[in-house]
C-alpha cells in the first residue's frame, strides 16, 4: 500500500476532523478497452476493529483518478446521480 501518501481528498477530510485512512492502494482497471486508474483509501471501521461476528470492519473509499478524461467523467456523472 501507499500509506504514507495521503490522497488529496483524504486529506481536505482529514483537515475537517475526519480520520485519516490507514492505507491506500492505486489500481489500474481495464473498462472495456479503457484503462481508468483508481484510489482507494482505507478507514478503520468499528471501534476494536471486528463487527459483531468478529470479522474486520473497515470502510473503503474508491473513485477513479482526475488524472484522465474518463476518470473525470465518472466522477461528474457519480455526482450527477
Request: glycine share 12%; hydrophobic share 35%; aromatic share 12%.
Amino acid at each position: 500500500g501507499l500509506s504514507e501518501r495521503i490522497s488529496p481528498k483524504a486529506r481536505i477530510n482529514t483537515l475537517l476532523g475526519y480520520t485519516a485512512p490507514f492505507d491506500r492502494h492505486d489500481w489500474v482497471v481495464d473498462r472495456c478497452g479503457v484503462e481508468v486508474e483508481y484510489v482507494i483509501d482505507f478507514y478503520a471501521g468499528r471501534p476494536g476493529g471486528k463487527d459483531a461476528a468478529g470479522r474486520p470492519s473497515f470502510y473503503l473509499d474508491v473513485r477513479p483518478k482526475l488524472n484522465s478524461w474518463e476518470g473525470v467523467k465518472m466522477r461528474a456523472m457519480r455526482g450527477l446521480g
